[in-house]
């Protein structure tokens, strides 16, 4: 374990994100979803958006980008469906209330589709789909996002990493649940390997000649320029299908703009309204009521049996095992309850800044 690397209590860490956006002025309700949230993604392993994350919220709610008192419009609504404005308020909240809704229409109707416009970046994918398998359903989310793709033989960013995110239960200790960017890396990764100064893998970043980029620090800057772009998946060009990652993005885009009449591409980079920047994004959450085809046992027992039998398949020589999606955070989550989340030396910092400004003097972390 390198030495500057420390290791706290998930709950510890859960209470101190809660109390964070408490003392931001964030309700007591919605600070515990934000906080919910982003240990969920500590805890699977998915380190780009869970603590790492939360000074960035901090950042953009004392800068007033966000919202924070929750205003969930139904703009219209239908038996199965709903269109949601989430007037810039925090995307954890608005996105938790969104699959909510979506889950009652389901558990009803056996179908609900909810999409959602103003609202700003709310974490994991997953999270929200994992609300929905928890309910014996299957659970579709993606989102938009600030651009980062570019299209097959661009070099300008102009779709975000864009998410598409669908998770099923089966009848294993836990369920299959893809939640991964439509880019080969996504942001998130990028500003964790600059954090720790670890080179980028090749062939996932190109600048604005279409030239290779490995550096995460000068990747980040010259995103800010627009003049990086992280490649959809399938790479650059069409030689590997990258036009499969480009369209695939362009799926999302359309599921959380056109059905909401929402920002999309460029003007995700932020707007400014009544002199005050806004980094808006949509969201699109579908809940199926697996009861509503067939008896959630038989589903469930089917899906375990493709699972075991995809990783039951022969593998190449020299690896281990073959994983189903959703294995790996399962088994990141088991280990990380009993040691704890990883804290970097770069972390550290920004976790005494933030305690040290709003006084949360009754943490006691051993790197204050």
């Known amino acids: 374990m390198p030495e500057d690397i420390v290791y706290i209590d998930a709950n510890t860490l859960e209470n101190f994100m809660r109390d964070v956006f408490k003392g931001l002025g964030v309700s007591k309700e919605d600070a515990s979803i934000i906080a919910n949230v982003l240990i969920t993604s500590d805890l699977r392993g998915i380190e780009s958006h869970g603590i790492q994350r939360c000074k960035m919220y901090y950042d953009r709610i004392k800068e007033g980008i966000y919202e924070i008192k929750t205003k969930f419009d139904i703009i219209k609504e239908g038996p199965t469906t709903a269109l949601i404005d989430g007037n810039c308020s925090l995307g954890h909240v608005i996105a938790y209330r969104a699959m909510k809704m979506a889950i009652e229409k389901a558990k009803k109707y056996g179908i609900g589709a909810i999409a959602v416009r103003n609202s700003t970046h709310f974490g994991i994918a997953g999270y929200y789909s994992l609300m929905a398998i928890n309910e014996g359903m299957i659970g579709l989310v993606v989102t938009n996002a ?117 920002i999309y591409l460029r003007d995700t980079l932020g707007i400014v309204e009544n002199d005050q920047k806004r980094l808006k994004v949509g969201h699109f959450f579908l809940a199926i009521n697996i009861d509503n085809f067939i008896g959630i046992q038989s589903f469930k027992m089917t899906a375990g049996n493709i699972m075991r039998d995809l990783r039951s398949s022969k593998k190449i020589p020299g690896e281990e095992r073959i994983y189903t999606a959703g294995e790996k955070e399962y088994l990141a989550e088991t280990k990380r309850n009993k040691i704890g989340i990883p804290i970097n030396k770069s972390l550290q910092k920004d976790i005494i800044e933030m305690q040290k400004e709003i006084g949360l003097d009754k943490y006691r972390f051993p790197f204050s």
């Open 146 to 262: 600030r651009p980062s793709i570019p299209p097959t033989f661009g070099c300008e960013p102009m779709l975000g990493t864009n998410p598409l995110t669908v998770g099923a239960p089966t009848d294993e200790s836990f369920p299959f649940l893809l939640d991964g960017a439509t880019s080969i890396i996504q942001r998130g990764k990028v500003e964790v390997n600059a954090r720790i100064n670890k080179p980028l893998p090749e062939n996932t970043v190109i600048n604005e000649k279409g030239e290779i980029m490995i550096d995460p620090n000068k990747v980040l800057e010259k995103m800010l320029e627009r003049k990086a772009s992280l490649l959809p998946l399938g790479g650059k060009g069409e030689e590997t299908a990258g036009y499969k990652g480009y369209g695939y993005a362009t799926v999302v885009e359309l599921l959380s703009a056109a059905l909401q009449e929402g």
